[in-house]
Each structure stands twice: as structure tokens, then as C-alpha cells.
Nanobody
Framework: QVQLVESGGGLVQAGDSLRLSCAASGRTSRRYSMGWFRQAPGKEREFVAAISGSGGSTYYADSVKGRFTISRDNVKNTVYLQMNSLKPEDTAVYYC?????????????????WGQGTQVTVSS
């Protein structure tokens, strides 16, 4: 019912910044909470950040707290991930996900829709 398309990934140097975007289409809803996950080669997909349906509540993994900011624009049906002070260990494919409940979640089984992912590579 919901299609998600990520963009904004690329190759940057350590300490640089990137902003990822996730455009949602289809049966989108303000009640959908949204999340960002990432997956490095040989590793499981891990939680990065989540935002409630209204945008009033956010949650971050400890590894990115203070550096990354998740936000959403429900008029544009877009969620963003501002990534600052990037580190080589942030290198991964970043996925946008949607959950058909407004409450935030931090595990992959709790999400219903996924984007195709966008590559973020941080060089040292």
C-alpha cells in the first residue's frame, strides 16, 4: 500500500554531512511512524532512528544520537535523516521504513514497508 524511495546517499569524508530523504507514496498516513535502518556487508540490519506519526516523538540508536536527526514533512510525505559528523563506521546501505501505527519502534519486524535502500560510504 505504501511505496518508499530513498535518496541522498553518496561518498563523503569523515566529519562531513549528508541528508537522506525518503519519499512516500500510495496509501500514506500521518498515523504511520517512520524509521531509518542501516545494514553493512555481513551484518544484520540495525536500527538508526524513528519518528512518530505526528513527528512529535523521535528515538535514536546510541551510536548516532547527537549526530543524526530524523524529521518528517507530512505535507510532502517525506522523512529525512540529517547525518552530521559522519564516521567510517556509518558506512552502510540506509533503508527507510514505515510502520502502520503512530508509535515508534526500533526492530525490523515491527515495520510493514521498506524502501530499496541508498548507499552511504564514509571514507577516513
Amino acid at each position: 500500500q505504501v511505496q518508499l524511495v530513498e535518496s541522498g546517499g553518496g561518498l563523503v569524508q569523515a566529519g562531513d554531512s549528508l541528508r537522506l530523504s525518503c519519499a512516500a507514496s500510495g496509501r500514506t498516513s500521518r498515523r504511520y511512524s517512520m524509521g531509518w535502518f542501516r545494514q553493512a556487508p555481513g551484518k544484520e540490519r540495525e536500527f538508526v532512528a524513528a519518528i512518530s506519526g505526528s513527528g512529535g516523538s523521535t528515538y535514536y540508536a546510541d551510536s548516532v544520537k547527537g549526530r543524526f536527526t530524523i524529521s518528517r514533512d507530512n505535507v510532502k510525505n517525506t522523512v529525512y535523516l540529517q547525518m552530521n559528523s559522519l564516521k567510517p563506521e556509518d558506512t552502510a546501505v540506509y533503508y527507510c521504513a514505515a510502520r502502520n501505527t503512530p508509535v515508534v519502534a526500533s526492530t525490523t519486524p515491527e515495520y510493514d514497508y521498506w524502501g530499496q535502500g541508498t548507499q552511504v560510504t564514509v571514507s577516513s
